[in-house]
């Protein structure tokens, strides 16, 4: 079934641990973002790419970095993760050239940092 | 500020009646605007949209949205609610000329038996 698989579902994680979270799609999707979500405030976007090879920040960047080497995979870094990270990671996936469409998401990953 | 609010945090509704799920918005300009569903340990997953046309649009799983310019509304409604409707539901808009979405809040569904 095509999708987004993200990897691992959840983590307990040391602060000042390097931390990866894997992001994969099979839909051929141009454009990819990262989201956490924290009760109370929704969803937040952390980064996002419009296509393989380019990157930008979203509103809240500011300790995770990404990379778009090809068009299927969209990792998001925590260099030196902070108990402030601890959260529902989301990633997500659009088609573009088509404004009409969705953003589909992924299951999530449950990040707890101590 | 560009800014989706959902006024409600949870909206409780027995089984058969009516819902709504109150959506605003504000952005400059003519947005498209998005209803998601939320399950237990899951991701969000798309209900439906406005883009233009007919200000009433229908979704999956019975779901329907108003669409209102003049209030800067997306109401979601359902003409009969389902125990199995109880989740968390998340508004968005995509302002003009962006690939973004901004998020509301969100709002907690509880349909009692």
């Known amino acids: 079934i095509a999708g987004i698989t993200q990897a691992p579902t959840s983590q307990i994680l040391a602060a000042g641990r390097r931390m990866t979270l894997r992001c994969t799609q099979d839909?051929?999707?141009?454009?990819m973002y990262w989201y956490r979500q924290d009760l109370g405030l929704g969803l937040r976007l952390i980064h996002y790419?419009?296509?393989?090879?380019?990157?930008g920040k979203g509103e809240v960047p500011d300790g995770y970095s990404v990379s778009r080497a090809n068009t299927d995979d969209f990792p998001l870094t925590l260099a030196s993760a902070v108990p402030s990270q601890t959260s529902v990671y989301f990633c997500?996936?659009?088609?573009?050239?088509?404004?009409?469409?969705?953003?589909?998401f992924g299951d999530g990953t449950r990040l707890s940092i101590l | 500020a560009q800014s989706v609010a959902q006024p409600e945090d949870q909206v409780n509704v027995a089984e058969g009646n009516p819902l709504t799920v109150k959506c605003t918005y504000s952005?400059?300009?003519?947005?498209?605007l998005f209803w998601y569903v939320q399950y237990p340990n899951r991701g969000l997953q798309f209900l439906l949209k406005?883009?233009?046309?007919?200000?009433l649009v229908k979704g999956s799983y019975g779901f329907e949205a108003e669409f209102n310019k003049s209030q800067t509304s997306f109401h979601l409604k359902k003409p009969s609610a389902l125990v199995s409707d109880s989740a968390l539901y998340f508004c968005?808009?995509?302002?003009?000329?962006?690939?973004?979405?901004?998020f509301g809040t969100g709002t907690r569904l509880q349909v009692f038996p």
């Open positions: 968005a808009v995509r302002p003009p000329n962006t690939d973004k979405l901004i």
């Open positions: 997500a996936s659009r088609a573009r050239g088509d404004s009409n469409q969705p953003q589909h």
């Open positions: 952005v400059s300009g003519n947005p498209y």
């Open positions: 839909m051929r999707h141009n454009a």
């Open positions: 790419s419009n296509t393989a090879g380019t990157t």
């Open positions: 406005y883009i233009t046309g007919d200000n």
